[in-house]
């Protein structure tokens, strides 16, 4: 079953359930991915398009969830983080600390970076390795303490 797929039968389920915080997430993206089908026509939609799409949905909550904190607002944070545990159920199992650290001293020896003028490749590198297993924003900060 696609990713698509599945977010629709989880829609039909929370509408069969009568869930209406769960319905309103889960078509919120489902309509995220109907604009990045809309986006890449004529050509199909593939399940990493979807993923990137989900991610992103996720990272806006995440920034959502700080600002909220910021701002003194737990009734928003608290919808927001219910929203983000949703989403999050339809990305990959991300990477531990330690994973990650192992990917980027590889990819520092492959690339031979030695600076931090190199970062850019190592990053192309673990990111390749990662495929959306990782936080960026953990790869990146692993990657500038390792070269720096």
Do not use: C, W
């Not at 309103?24 to 799409?53: C, F, G, H, M, Y």
């Not at 969830?65 to 927001?80: H, M, P, S, T, Y």
């Not at 929203?83 to 690339?111: C, F, H, N, R």
């Amino acid at each position: 079953m696609s990713l698509k797929e599945q977010i629709q039968a989880d829609v039909k389920s929370a509408m069969k359930e009568r869930d209406s915080e769960r319905l309103t997430a889960l078509r919120s993206l489902q309509s995220s991915i109907k604009n990045k089908e809309i986006e890449s026509r004529p050509n199909e939609i593939t399940d990493n398009d979807i993923l990137d799409v989900i991610k992103k949905t996720a990272k806006k909550h995440k920034d959502s969830i700080d600002q909220f904190k910021a701002a003194g607002r737990e009734d928003l944070v608290e919808k927001e983080s219910f929203e983000l545990s949703l989403i999050e159920k339809y990305l990959p199992a991300q990477m531990g600390e330690a994973e990650v650290k192992a990917i980027v001293v590889k990819a520092i020896e492959t690339v031979g970076a030695t600076s931090m003028k190199e970062m850019g490749a190592v990053m192309k590198e673990v990111m390749a390795q990662t495929q959306g297993a990782a936080d960026n924003k953990l790869i990146s900060q692993i990657v500038r303490d390792s070269l720096s």
